[in-house]
């Protein structure tokens, strides 16, 4: 049966029911059987809330890398949709920062700020990264000494992933929980559904990031050092001769990949534990060959990537395979289901690092002009933990349930118990 035939009979009902299951406990346990009955209802799949949605790979990749029939949800398309889901304060701020962009003004400020993570600034990370490493390392290592098991989550990827970031920006050690806690907040406004209180806790994420964010960059206004974000200030004082334009550029530059580094690489560095633990033979193999670990890392990103939706406005009036999507009408990238497109790679539901070449595709990164700016980053991290993981901890393993926010769009753990032995 055609792809557009099959669209044609599906009850746009259901899909609110299998996105319901997706959000509790067994669902975000395992999400990867619903995503699997939503990519059988066809390529694109109808929402009651005014929205296709793309299953599989080849659409999602368009969609991703053409940016002139597919457009991020700019502060234009917002002010067409101004309803309650699209217009909330926290939503709106989006769709000013590098994500919601779309050219001449993303084209801007992403040469605002060139390859930030190039080889020479990725060199000039690698040790004091390895370094905290070894140190959360050893803080795990003691509280399982201590108490039988720690939470991985919590001691290791959350704490590596806002020191990496803070090292690099010079956020004060003493300010990351705040950081950290208003990001997971404002997050909720990426949500495929978010609910009121989601919404209002994401408004009050916002806001306090602003606050936070917006003191930083007029400190170092004020203080003007050899750093990142005084560089950025004088860039786009040569950019703005306003300087309060300027340092709003800057603001939203810098909370922006702050938040998107705290809501996705914290998520992978634990889904490498998780993963790992459920494939004892993967897991063996890569103890006996542990200069494979970044094939592990990609494997892992294809497996059970961090981020499982991304959404995506239509241009223009289009027909994708015999499904009419008008001018502004939302579509959104079902990465978890591409990553597992069968058409795309073989045997998608096994987990096997030795994957060769075409055999490993993944979108966990997204493409085109909204490539994942952090993506060397969030790769270093990854391979820099796994190798020690499993240099110091060769028996570690994952002793209880773990725990998920009750999200879709952002997964995110709230506890990855382990212990050794």
Known sequence: MAHSERNAVINPRSVVSLISRLRNARGQADPYPIIKEIREMGEVVPAPWGAQLFTSYELCDKVLRDHKSWRALDDQWRTRRADGRWGAPSATELSTVLQGLNPPEHTRARRSVGNIFDRRTLEKLRTPIAATVEELLDNLEERIREEGEADFSVLVSEELTIAAM???LGIPRADYALVRSLSHAHIYAQELLPTPSQLATANVGMLGMREYFTNLVKDRRENPGDDVISGWIRTWDELEPDRESADHHVYLLVMF????????TSTLLSNLVWTLDQHPDQRAWLLENPHEVPRA?????????PVHVTTRAAARDTVVAGVPIARDEIVHTLIASANRDPDRNTDPDTFDIRREGGHLSHLAFGGGI????GAGMARMEAQLLLSA???RFPTLRVSAQPQWEPRVAFRHYTALPVTTG
Do not use: K, M, N, Q
Not at 370 to 373: K, Q, R, T, V
């Open 389 to 391: 993981v499993i240099r």
């Open 370 to 373: 909204h490539y994942c700016i």
């Open 297 to 305: 890392v990609e494997e892992v990103l294809r497996f059970d990537p």
């Open 257 to 264: 990949i702050v938040g998107a580094a705290l809501e996705t």
């Open 166 to 168: 803070g090292h690099w």
